[in-house]
């Protein structure tokens, strides 16, 4: 609420990752200069938790993007292979915004 009348909007000359991502943070920061003041944002917030039995149980679960994080985490996976430890893993996100665009041809 409150971007109205072109404000809602922002055209990106030359669309790449970054360039797009430029425009949704100039979005943001507009909005958030008109309404600094506004009580509470809409998040869509998800939370999960699981036991860790594998690697791959991880990777399906989280996607490519676990292998970055995985060695962070210090997981033994061999430990948990040999049923010497445990482990539990949890999710928690928030989504404040989503952003649609088309790809340039």
């Known amino acids: 609420p409150g971007l109205t009348h072109g404000t809602n909007r922002v055209t990106v000359p ?3 990752k970054s360039t ?3 425009g949704v943070n100039d979005l943001l920061q507009r909005w958030t200069d ?5 009580p509470e944002h ?3 917030i998800s939370y999960d ?4 039995n594998s690697k791959e149980q991880l990777k399906a679960k989280f996607g490519l993007g676990f292998e970055k994080i995985a060695a962070k985490l210090n997981v033994n996976f ?3 292979h040999k049923h010497e430890r445990q482990v539990a893993i949890a999710s928690f996100k928030q989504i404040y915004y989503t952003v649609a665009m088309d790809t340039p041809t």
């Open 49 to 52: 938790e699981s036991m860790v």
């Open 34 to 38: 008109r309404h600094d003041k506004y």
């Open 20 to 22: 797009v991502d430029q």
């Open 14 to 16: 030359n669309p790449s």
């Open 78 to 80: 061999e430990a948990i």
């Open 42 to 44: 809409a998040a869509k």
